[in-house]
């Protein structure tokens, strides 16, 4: 999205697509996004050595060659649009769940066996991921085996390796990441990148911090029509929303501001207790420092 152009004053070792990304972030005071800042850095467009060099034949000539302008304009199309890096094999799900090799993933697959494969009224395409594909693989066969959904696709994604993450998000319409304690990942590379290539996503966050981590990225978002969706989980959004209606309920029909809720949940039979994730998660709150803490306790 950034306007990348060619610096005339720069020297002959090409400032590369990065500086000038920056810049022109800077001139429109549109802070870059975390996965914009490792795509639009030194490292990564040096990698497309065909721009670097359509880049440096711009400033030797000082942009009064056509022929050499089309061929750098051609390059950074390429590279803006996330044509030239990644093994994407053009294959688009309309659901990838991202994250599915533990307890959490066991669940997802559960539900999508016993209730949204049968019942659903529309059919759809999905993919599991995971950063481990072998774990995911383990998780599928236990699950699927045997059934006309033994053979679902299987991808991988680290957020150390960013092309892993654009073929993930090329890969899919709508992601679900389910791998938590989101506050101690790198999840909002995620979400930057389905904002960039136009894929909503959700998540099943009980993390305030990740909420308001995440938040920076709405007004790109809202600009690419994209819908993110976090802590859509019971942990999460579902009370949000049963308290907004309650209050919207007293106010319009009884004219009172509601003051407090209380919410009560119940689920999974009398032996259920906090799964292992979300153990971790409330250690990794309960860790966060002073400014954190403070910002969960603000209502």
Not at 93 to 110: A, C, K, P, Q, R
């Amino acid at each position: 999205r950034s306007q990348i152009g060619y610096s005339p004053q720069t020297s002959a070792d090409v400032h590369t697509c990065a500086r000038h990304a920056e810049m022109a972030t800077a001139i429109a005071n549109i802070p870059m996004g975390p996965f914009e800042k490792l795509y639009y850095s030194d490292e990564m467009v040096m990698r497309y050595q065909p721009l670097v060099t359509a880049m440096q034949l711009v400033e030797e000539t000082e942009g009064k060659d056509e022929d050499v302008m089309k061929e750098y304009e051609l390059h950074l199309t390429r590279y803006r649009n996330f044509d030239w890096v990644g093994n994407w094999d053009g294959k688009k799900y309309d659901i990838v769940f991202y994250g599915v090799s533990g307890y959490t993933g066991y669940l997802m697959m559960e539900y999508l066996k016993r209730v949204a494969l049968k019942k659903n009224p529309e059919q759809f395409t999905f993919a599991f991921a995971g950063r481990t594909p072998s774990k995911v693989e383990d998780m599928r066969d236990r699950e699927f085996r045997g059934t006309q959904w033994e053979d679902t696709p299987v991808l991988q994604m680290s957020y150390d390796d960013i092309e892993s993450v654009i073929d993930l998000v090329k890969s899919a319409r709508v992601i679900v990441n389910v791998a938590g304690p989101y506050m101690l990942t790198q999840g909002d590379v995620m979400i930057d990148a389905c904002v960039q290539m136009g894929v909503h996503y959700c998540d099943i966050s009980g993390e305030v911090p990740w909420s308001l981590r995440v938040i920076d990225l709405s007004a790109s978002a809202k600009a690419k029509g994209v819908h993110i969706i976090p802590s859509a989980a019971s942990a999460g959004g579902f009370p949000d929303l049963g308290v907004f209606l309650l209050a919207k309920k007293m106010r319009d029909e009884f004219g009172e501001e509601l003051r407090k809720a209380i919410c009560y949940q119940s689920g999974g039979g009398a032996t259920a207790t906090a799964s292992g994730g979300t153990l971790a998660t409330r250690s990794a709150m309960a860790s966060a420092g002073d400014d954190v803490r403070k910002a969960m306790a603000d209502p």
